[in-house]
């Protein structure tokens, strides 16, 4: 199952429909299917991640759920209808930062997504701006896996567009345009959650070369889990331990170039 976020009812309405999803009672609005939850926040960080939190809590424990989420926000001049997906999610508040997972996929761009108070309408810099991402993200990621953790923005306003003019009718039919694009990300995310929660791979090569105290061995399972996102073309066996002394130098070096891996992954 994946677990959707959105601010706005309106942002919601084109995925409801096209996924059947049914409303649940409870606190929020959200709803669900088979494969799917979603909940509508509201606006602001803080909102998204008490929104994160309550999904996670009605849906119950994963250890490899998929996290998206998707909204309107606004960039100095990307078109209204520009759809995007976040290399970095800063909160300009803290100054904190996040860096998602570059995966393979669906070819969207990737930008930074700045997270602020108010709307913005100056846009000093390149990033895309909205009001969600940061309280989403850290929250979400507490959850799952950073693969798994994802942002997805709509470009609504720009400086020549500016977001007082934004309706919830405009919204929606940016939204329903986007459609098909956020559907294509939301399938490879759920296929990546597949391929996370298939049977791990076989540790007794590592078990042979090395003796792994258990905290080692439930590492290396979730390592070799994303390594199979992250380098699906290689061998089965990674060989990353050749020449590692220990099964702690070896998996310092398999999480050294899973790290490379994450940020050289194309989009």
């Not at 850290?138 to 007082?164: G, M």
Request: proline share 5%.
């Amino acid at each position: 199952m994946i677990r959707l976020v959105v601010a706005l009812a309106a942002e919601a309405k084109p995925l409801i429909h096209h996924y059947g999803l049914s409303a649940e009672p409870g606190s929020y609005l959200w709803y669900r299917s088979d494969c799917m939850s979603l909940v509508v926040s509201g606006t602001g960080k803080r909102a998204a991640a008490a929104a994160t939190a309550y999904l996670h809590a009605k849906t119950g424990e994963s250890p490899f759920a998929a996290w998206l989420n998707f909204g309107v926000a606004g960039h100095r001049s990307r078109l209204p209808g520009d759809l995007v997906v976040a290399h970095t999610v800063t909160d300009r508040g803290s100054g904190q930062r996040w860096y998602p997972t570059r995966l393979s996929g669906p070819p969207l761009e990737a930008v930074e997504v700045a997270t602020v108070e108010q709307p913005e309408t100056v846009f000093t810099d390149d990033a895309v701006f909205d009001m969600e991402a940061s309280g989403f993200y850290s929250t979400a990621l507490r959850f799952s896996t950073t693969e798994l953790v994802q942002t997805l923005k709509l470009v609504s306003d720009n400086r020549t567009t500016s977001f007082e003019r934004l309706t919830a009718a405009r919204v929606r039919d940016l939204s329903a345009e986007a459609l098909e694009s956020v559907v294509s990300f939301v399938e490879h995310l759920l296929g990546l959650a597949a391929i996370l929660s298939a049977p791990p791979l076989d540790l007794e090569p590592f078990r042979e070369r090395f003796r792994l105290t258990a905290t080692q061995g439930r590492k290396l399972a979730r390592l070799l889990a994303r390594w199979r996102i992250l380098e699906p073309n290689a061998e089965r066996t990674p060989t990353h331990f050749v020449g590692a002394r220990n099964a702690s130098e070896w998996i310092a070096r398999l999480e050294d170039r899973l790290r490379r891996l994450a940020w050289e992954q194309p989009l």
